[in-house]
T-cell receptor, first 117, second 111 residues
Framework: EAGVAQSPRYKIIEKRQSVAFWCNPISGHATLYWYQQILGQGPKLLIQFQNNGVVDDSQLPKDRFSAERLKGVDSTLKIQPAKLEDSAVYLC???????????????FGPGTRLTVT | KQEVTQIPAALSVPEGENLVLNCSFTDSAIYNLQWFRQDPGKGLTSLLLIQSSQREQTSGRLNASLDKSSGRSTLYIAASQPGDSATYLCARMDSSYKLIFGSGTRLLVRP
């Protein structure tokens, strides 16, 4: 079974530039998550999709971050404009279960390491 | 504030030793508790998931326990090997079905 795919793996941009990350979840997984992991910390949830609808985006900085999940499959996360504090690893995860089915594990992709200079 | 704390932050042990990683959380209303492994430059790999109605889960040399009343979970690794070297993260799923992560324990198993 193929895992969660993410691209690019690494990205270096200057502050105030824009960047986009792509995620392809495991086939058949209804729920997709984007996390931000700052060095030395655990991942923090940014946004959660169920199929192509947003379940939770309460921790997404909406003035600069946006995300979409077209057709309930692939997802993109965009930052515009980037700030120095956005330097982090951005992880995508997917789960077979729906929100409210907590017994299903989340499977994580390898992440995209973003450096903002 | 929902917090997950992991102690110790780093641990170095000789190969073959049995070890325990600790995770504590402030809110006992959890839906599940998961332990993950993260290798440098890699994503997270789920090791064990304990549902709120369970007290422990086992997989190979790993055993995780959950005590909701005290807000604690432990990950026991038996007969540690150098290949076990990684960062171990615990995460609790809260009432809104979000995973709240600790900062992790960096484990080094010396040959």
């Amino acid at each position: 079974e193929a895992g969660v795919a993410q691209s690019p793996r690494y990205k270096i941009i200057e502050k105030r530039q824009s960047v986009a990350f792509w995620c392809n979840p495991i086939s058949g997984h209804a729920t997709l998550y984007w996390y931000q992991q700052i060095l030395g910390q655990g991942p923090k949830l940014l946004i959660q999709f169920q199929n192509n609808g947003v379940v939770d985006d309460s921790q997404l900085p909406k003035d600069r971050f946006s995300a979409e999940r077209l057709k309930g499959v692939d997802s993109t996360l965009k930052i515009q404009p980037a700030k120095l504090e956005d330097s982090a690893v951005y992880l995508c995860a997917s789960s077979f279960g729906l929100a409210g089915e907590p017994f299903y594990e989340q499977y994580f992709g390898p992440g995209t390491r973003l450096t903002v200079t | 504030k929902q917090e997950v704390t992991q102690i110790p932050a780093a641990l170095s042990v000789p190969e073959g030793e049995n070890l325990v990683l600790n995770c504590s959380f402030t809110d006992s209303a959890i839906y599940n508790l998961q332990w993950f492994r993260q290798d440098p430059g890699k994503g997270l790999t789920s090791l064990l998931l304990i549902q709120s109605s369970q007290r422990e889960q086992t997989s190979g040399r790993l055993n995780a326990s959950l005590d909701k009343s005290s807000g604690r979970s432990t990950l026991y690794i038996a007969a540690s090997q150098p290949g076990d070297s990684a960062t171990y993260l615990c995460a609790r799923m809260d009432s809104s079905y979000k995973l709240i992560f600790g900062s992790g324990t960096r484990l080094l198993v010396r040959p």
